[in-house]
């Protein structure tokens, strides 16, 4: 078999991917393949929309979330509809419903970024701390966290917002609580496969010491998958708050518009008026669908394996 | 496989009194006491005094912990505290309850998510593909308790095709020996009954079954398509084996592996979801039962059916683990 001609400078080589020849960073060549994915497009619009929603709410509508200022008009059988001065009509205690879903987005995100920024700091650390110290500390924390894995999430949150009572941190912390061991797992994971990689052997090799090796090489190269880790999670954290209102455990300041709370209200207006539930429930699921399809496009963008 | 099956059983007893150590601790953190909720508005000091040294609840926590766990060694788990019934009576009324509906659920994830997913595999990027990954895709985002308001408010509520509550239609006599509804209706030839209850389970199950359905269709359709690219199976296509033998013995036994460690995933976080089910459609699981124990702080309660869904887990944990096994001789335990 004759030798191969090598690869003359016109035809791209097959074993490089283009990102590679160019000397593209992992980061731009993400950025790159983000924008290129319409279904990241999609995820980010959503996940945009949502986030200046949440900030701008008080803008968008002239009145105050949970002010029951029409309740006369809302009978036992019978919610107003749509009208010049409510849009979307009333809810079922006599608020504008449109207000109440546009500050039900704050709460969602202020609850969901909140729970997520918990879990992801306390897991993060347990992670850490196995993974780079090993031996028994790796053994104990391990155990910690499969025992609350053996716990289910929703068990784990209600029995958290039982200790803390009902407000609002509590509500976080048993939210980022069910996200502790995943970030914990994701981290301690991370630090394992990297520990034995080779630029790590060759920085302990060189003699820099363990903690600048973790915080100066094995950190940062996990914060590729910790993002759309923690991209996903908010996607859940914003269902799980709405659970957790779902059960009577959430917010329980009607001035605090909550998407789960507004689906449980609705429940007995269902057969006259089904758009009480279907919006905050539409609400939630698209929410949860920006966070989804971004988080996803992410991992995607950021996997090696999937350049092309 | 025994060796292992009993290694792995004997490495579960640390995690399980791990458990029930935290949970002792844990619950008894929890403001507020089990006497105080019991008595509401009468509670006096003395009657409160009074309820602790009968339940023993003045001990130091490790008297306490050590008399529960000798108590669980001959069998006794404590009665609650809010009804006064022994929790294993009530255990085996609402427990099968739930593990029918999570049950129903799984096996209708499995038995739709599984080919759902290898035909989207097989067609990739055509319509039917497109269509099977935007459903799944959708069927992530929504929030159970969401999809369990929809469904009961438009086959119950406005079809009026299925029943929108309950276990079982409270008019038919049916004899009860297990308390998983369906299965007594078989055994004792009722087969009204069991058909009632099997009508019952339809909206729960499907409810609760849609976000596990999603996940193993997506899971299965990526594994599948993995599969797909793989020199081996290229080989056997191109050595004449028909396409069946070729998706039988190459693609799917490749393919399953991942799929089965996510039912089994699945089947572990159903739980959560059944609560939110069975608020939703008043089918008297345990959901509902912890959930009151909590607000009650019902020790007992608490700390038998946590132990108890944490062992459930672990099981379906070491069932996986057998089963990749069975799929996969590479993994055949070492």
Known sequence: ?308 | MLRFVLRRLALLVPVLVGLSILLFIWLRALPGDPARSMLGQRATPEGIARINESYGFDQPLVTQYFSYVKALLTGDFGSSIQDGRPVVETFFEKFPATLELGFSALLLAVVLGVPLGYLAARHQGRTLDTFVVSGSLLGVVTPVFFLAILLKLVFADWLNWLPSSLRQDPRIEATHITNFYVLDGLMTREWDAAFDALVHLILPAVALGTIPLAIIVRITRASVAEVLNEDYVRTAESKGLSRRIVSRRHVLRNALLPVVTTIGLQAGLLFSGAVLTETVFAFNGIGEYLFTAISGRDYPVLQAYILFIALIYALINLLVDMTYGVIDPRVRVS
Do not use: C
């Open chain 1, 1 to 308: 078999m004759p030798p191969a001609p090598p690869p003359s400078a016109a035809e791209p080589d097959p074993f490089i991917s283009p990102d590679e020849a160019k000397g593209v960073s992992l980061w731009r060549g993400a950025w790159q393949r983000l924008r290129r994915n319409p279904t990241a497009i999609l995820g980010a619009l959503i996940v945009l929309a949502f986030i200046v929603i949440a900030i701008v709410a008080p803008l968008l509508t002239p009145y105050e979330p949970g002010s029951a200022e029409w309740s006369g008009e809302v009978t036992p059988t019978d919610v107003p509809g749509p009208s010049d001065n409510h849009v979307l009509g009333l809810d079922r205690f006599g608020s504008d419903l449109l207000t109440q879903l546009l500050f039900g987005a704050r709460q969602s995100l202020v609850y969901g970024v909140a729970s997520t920024a918990i879990g992801l700091t306390i897991g993060a650390f347990l992670g850490v701390l196995a993974g780079g110290l090993g031996g028994w500390v790796d053994t104990f924390v391990m155990r910690v966290v499969d025992i609350m894995l053996s716990v289910p999430s929703l068990l784990l949150a209600v029995s958290v917002a039982a200790v803390l009572g009902q407000n609002a941190y509590a509500i976080m912390i048993a939210i980022g609580a069910a996200q502790v061991p995943i970030f914990a797992r994701l981290l301690r994971g991370s630090m394992l496969s990297q520990g034995r990689s080779d630029y790590v052997l060759a920085a302990s090799a060189l003699g820099i010491r363990r903690r600048r090796i973790v915080m100066g090489h094995v950190l940062p190269n996990s914060v590729g998958p910790t993002i759309v880790q923690a991209t996903l999670n908010l996607a859940t954290a914003i269902i799980e708050v709405a659970a957790l209102s779902f059960l009577g455990l959430g917010e329980s300041d009607p001035a605090n518009a909550e998407w789960g709370r507004m689906l449980v209200a609705a429940q007995d207006r269902f057969e006259n008026d089904p758009q009480l539930a279907l919006l905050p429930g539409a609400a939630i699921a698209i929410t949860a669908l920006g966070f989804t399809l971004l988080g996803e496009a992410l991992r995607e963008a950021l996997d090696p394996r999937s350049r092309r």
